[in-house]
């Protein structure tokens, strides 16, 4: 059973930071690409936005040009896991963040269709 945990939301000033986390478990964490998607208030599931990706290396990642200098993604296999770093945010940045995982491991997809797997999401919620 594949299962990714997203950890590490929470209520923050803007300006502030936050790293988000997401653990799986039950698949080769390593075969997959992984990637940040956000879901705003009001905003339908099938509205969610593209945040961020990484190759299963980490060699290659791609940003939305609204997060290009402010986030940052990173992976460690050993652990199963990858973060997403948050400065400087904004209240527009408030929004559920889901990862996801995709295939092939290689190359970094903005397409949610191309995600096989979903964490449950963590709250993200920035005040002005």
């Known amino acids: 059973q594949v299962r990714l945990v997203e950890s590490g939301g929470g209520l923050v000033q803007a300006g502030g930071s936050l790293r988000l986390s997401c653990t799986a478990s039950?698949?080769?964490?390593?075969?997959?690409?992984m990637g940040w998607f956000r879901q705003a208030p009001g905003k339908e599931r099938a509205q969610r936005e593209f945040v961020t990706g990484i190759n299963w290396s980490g060699g290659s990642t791609d940003y939305a040009d609204s997060m290009k200098g402010r986030f940052t993604i990173s992976r460690d296999n050993a652990k199963n896991t990858v973060y997403l770093q948050m400065n400087s945010l904004k209240p527009e940045d408030t929004a559920v963040y889901y990862c996801?995982?995709?295939?092939?491991?290689?190359?970094?997809?903005?397409?949610?269709?191309?995600?096989?797997?979903w964490g449950q999401g963590t709250q993200v919620t920035v005040s002005s």
């Open positions: 996801a995982a995709s295939s092939p491991p290689w190359t970094v997809v903005r397409e949610e269709r191309s995600y096989a797997y």
């Open positions: 039950g698949l080769t964490f390593r075969s997959y690409a």
